[in-house]
T-cell receptor
Framework: DAGVIQSPRHEVTEMGQEVTLRCKPI?????LFWYRQTMMRGLELLIY????????DSGMPEDRFSAKMPNASFSTLKIQPSEPRDSAVYFC??????????FGPGTRLTVL | GENVEQHPSTLSVQEGDSAVIKCTYS??????FPWYKQELGKRPQLIID?????GEKKDQRIAVTLNKTAKHFSLHITETQPEDSAVYFC????????????FGTGTRLQVFP
């Protein structure tokens, strides 16, 4: 199993541009989590899905952020328009039935 | 809501010494407590976890203890090595939403050779 796959690994964009981050969960895992990590705020849960349905999006910072999970093997996190304060590492994590979460390698986003 | 406090924020030890990191949680019904290790530039990786039906769990040089009465749990690393240097995060699951994990703020451990 390849584990959680995220793309791109690095993204540099200019303020105002749309950014799309992608995640492929571990096969058979039915929960998917999007986290943001910064020095100032640590590891923050943005949103999570169970069986492709959004369960808790209380961590999504504002309307510029949106997330989708159209099927069990793919999820996206979109930021439109992006701002410099969105610069962070974005992790996708997935889990099965036992509470454990396994993280992807992350996407390092820099918004200039 | 559920809150997880972690301390210390930084910890420096000599190689071979033991290191202990402590976390407290607020929801007495929480039942799952994992620990993650994050090396510089890498992803958080699950290193050990404990559920509320046991008080201690060991895996080679690492162990986790849980005190449900006091609502705290600890990570113990014995015979520390330079490769143990990393940021360690504790977490627990809020019972209102058991798939979710609330993470502590992390402890930066440095092991000096």
């Amino acid at each position: 199993d390849a584990g959680v796959i995220q793309s791109p690994r690095h993204e540099v964009t200019e303020m105002g541009q749309e950014v799309t981050l992608r995640c492929k969960p571990i096969s058979g895992h039915n929960s998917l989590f999007w986290y943001r990590q910064t020095m100032m705020r640590g590891l923050e849960l943005l949103i999570y899905f169970n069986n492709n349905v959004p369960i808790d999006d209380s961590g999504m910072p504002e309307d510029r952020f949106s997330a989708k999970m159209p099927n069990a093997s793919f999820s996206t996190l979109k930021i439109q328009p992006s701002e410099p304060r969105d610069s962070a590492v974005y992790f996708c994590a997935t889990g099965g039935t036992g509470n454990e979460q396994f993280f992807g390698p992350g996407t390092r986003l820099t918004v200039l | 809501g559920e809150n997880v406090e972690q301390h210390p924020s930084t910890l420096s030890v000599q190689e071979g010494d033991s290191a202990v990191i402590k976390c407290t949680y607020s929801d007495s019904a929480s039942n799952y407590f994992p620990w993650y290790k994050q090396e510089l530039g890498k992803r958080p990786q699950l290193i050990i976890d404990i559920r509320s039906n046991v008080g201690e769990k060991k895996d080679q040089r690492i162990a986790v203890t849980l005190n449900k009465t006091a609502k705290h749990f600890s990570l113990h690393i014995t015979e520390t090595q330079p490769e143990d240097s990393a940021v360690y995060f504790c977490a627990s699951n809020p019972t209102t939403n058991t798939d979710k994990l609330i993470f502590g703020t992390g402890t930066r451990l440095q092991v000096f050779p």
